[in-house]
Each structure stands twice: as C-alpha cells, then as structure tokens.
Nanobody, 127 residues
Framework: QLQLVESGGGSVQAGGSLRLSCAAS????????LGWFRQAPGKEREGLAI????????YCADSVKGRFTISRDNAKNTLYLQMNSLKPEDTAMYYC????????????????????WGQGTQVTVSS
C-alpha cells in the first residue's frame, strides 16, 4: 500500500530552478526503486531519472542530463528531483513512481516497470 504524493511544481521562467518532492507513505520506500517521469500532452511518458535501493542513479533522458539531479532521503521517506536551467521544453506533468526490485533483467527507465505512481505535479517553464 505504498502511496506517493508529488509537490513542488509550478511556473518558472526559462533558466530557473525547481525542486520537486515525492513523499512516500504507507510503507517504507527504502526497498523500492524510485523514479521521476514526465508527460506532456500528446507525448509518451518519458523516464527522466531513477535511483535504486542503494542510491545508485540512472539518468534516462539525454535532454535532462547535467541539469536534473535525483536523490532520496530514506529517513524522510522522500524522493527529490532538483531541476536547474529549466527550458520551455521541460514543461510537462511530472510524476514520481516506484517499483520493487525485479527478478529478471530490467530496463529501469521504462515506465511500464513501475506500478506505484503519484498524482503528478505540473511544471511550466515560460520563455
């Protein structure tokens, strides 16, 4: 019964920064892979960044490498995404997601691998 709730979205000017948070509840999230995804209208859901159970990070989208940083604070049961140098093309609904480790080889950036999702938080970047 893991629950995820995103916060921290909003409207910013190009070049600005936002820090998204994803608060987990119900169970401790330390045993889950956690990730950030985004989806713009009419577009596929896109994996952005993943952090595994021991803190190893994977950045999925070339467009965010070097600008976004994923982290987790297991003591607070919270996932973060620090977003810097935001661009208008970053405008999307941002979701956090979780999954348990899999027994088969996985593509950790694939949205279909995740079975727990937050409600999303809107990020709008104006030029």
């Amino acid at each position: 019964q893991l629950q995820l709730v995103e916060s921290g979205g909003g409207s910013v000017q190009a070049g600005g920064s936002l820090r998204l948070s994803c608060a987990a509840s119900g169970v401790t999230s330390s045993g889950y892979f956690l990730g950030w995804f985004r989806q713009a209208p009419g577009k596929e859901r896109e994996g952005l960044a993943i952090i595994n159970t021991v803190g190893t990070t994977t950045y999925c989208a070339d467009s965010v490498k070097g600008r976004f940083t994923i982290s987790r604070d297991n003591a607070k049961n919270t996932l973060y995404l620090q977003m810097n140098s935001l661009k208008p093309e970053d405008t999307a609904m941002y979701y956090c997601a979780a999954r348990r480790p899999l027994v088969f080889s996985d593509d950790r950036c694939a949205a279909g691998q995740y079975n727990y999702w937050g409600q999303g938080t809107q990020v709008t970047v104006s030029s």
